[in-house]
């Protein structure tokens, strides 16, 4: 799950020890904010891996896929996007509200991943 950050940007952050295939196996952190982007940064380095761009407004919130191999993202353009870890591309961009999309996450008893926007309404997705 995602904290929000305090900075002027506010960014929101979540970890994961998925691995990439580049990389040794370790702990990542992704970072989003309203600059439209995402971040995923090596925690034993510190050091930026890969900065995905493709919304076209502020990024909510993300979740890792549980495999380690994906990032999924909503944002205020309405959004839900799928990223590929090891290549760093956008896989898929879903219309996931009318209104902002502003929270995301992973059931953990079914393989569903619940949307949340500001017009208070919840979407499943398999």
Same mark, same amino acid.
Not at 119 to 122: G, K, Q, S
């Given at each position: &799950? &995602? &904290?929000n950050g305090s900075s002027n940007d506010d960014v929101s952050v979540a &970890? *994961? $020890?998925a691995s990439s295939s580049a990389h040794a196996p370790g702990?990542?952190?992704v970072s989003g904010s309203r600059d439209k982007t995402l971040r995923l940064w090596d925690t034993a *380095?510190?050091?930026l891996l890969h900065t995905f761009v493709g919304h076209d407004d502020w990024v909510r919130d993300f979740v890792f896929h549980p495999s $380690?191999?994906?990032l999924i993202s909503v944002s205020d353009d309405k959004t839900m996007r799928v990223w590929d870890l090891a290549t760093g591309r956008c896989a898929k961009t879903i219309e996931a509200s009318e209104h902002f999309t502003t929270c995301i996450d992973f059931s953990t008893v079914s393989p569903l991943v619940a949307t949340g926007s500001v017009?208070?309404?919840?979407s499943l997705w398999e």
């Open positions: &799950a &995602a &904290a &970890a *994961s $020890g702990l990542f952190i *380095s510190t050091q $380690g191999k994906t017009d208070t309404e919840v």
